[in-house]
């Protein structure tokens, strides 16, 4: 199976600023292209920060009184001296959070929540601005056809990791809800068949209603033979 990455989903046609740009003219910029924040790259298209509307807030929002005060902390300083200045080098925040290309759609979503951002830049090797990967980018994954899903999960996952083991089953997809039917000797096969399952981009939900021959979950006093 394919691993969706960030490559998938991510927008390519980017708009960037230079490190110089004024405040105005990424304002003007924001408003004009109806995006929330833009990459500052270099004269090498690296990318060396990112400026969104947040940064951009700081001069309304401590307009005239950019001074630090006795008990700011560090955070509140950092804002009010991006309120003073007035090109995109001093109000992007630095370094970015990025994502370099083959990142998992997993993997950028848990960064994107880790590190509370709403965008990841995707960069090379050598640092150089990609894309970009928004959050609804991510969810793109869940709008494949289900015949694509079912592929997936039955050619791409199963087969690879079971073999033989589960060629009695078979996988039912409707709007990304999977339910997978058949029987198989053990019932920890089952159980890892419906968990793998789960890991299919796109894969809403799973039903499991593999059957099993031997419970091989059981203690060996326990038995086992049956049906789940």
Not at 15 to 28: C, F, I, L, Q
């Amino acid at each position: 199976m394919r691993v969706w990455t960030v490559d998938d989903v991510m927008t390519t046609a980017v708009v960037t600023v230079e490190p110089g740009a004024s405040y105005r003219e990424v304002v003007d910029l924001l408003i004009g292209r109806r995006i929330s924040a833009v990459p500052v790259v270099n004269e090498s298209v690296q990318v060396v920060g990112v400026v969104s509307e947040a940064d951009l807030l700081r001069k309304i929002e401590y307009a005239g009184d950019e001074k630090p005060r006795l008990f700011d902390g560090r955070r509140r300083r950092d804002e009010r001296a991006k309120a003073a200045v007035g090109t995109a080098a001093d109000l992007m925040s630095a370094p970015p959070v990025i994502a370099r290309t083959g990142m998992s759609i997993a993997a950028a979503a848990r960064l994107m929540d880790a590190e509370n951002v709403k965008r990841l830049p995707v960069i090379d090797d050598h640092g150089r601005l990609l894309g970009i990967v928004a959050r609804s980018d991510l969810l793109k994954a869940h709008l494949r056809p289900d015949d694509e899903l079912r592929d997936d999960v039955l050619t791409g996952m199963l087969a690879p990791y079971f073999a033989d083991s589960v060629r009695e089953v078979d996988a039912q997809v409707s709007d990304g809800a999977v339910t997978l039917t058949g029987r198989v000797d053990r019932a920890s096969t089952a159980d890892a068949a419906g968990q793998v399952t789960r890991q299919v981009p796109g894969v809403v939900t799973v039903v499991n209603a593999i059957d099993w021959v031997w419970d091989d979950r059981q203690t060996a006093t326990g038995g086992g033979y049956g049906a789940a």
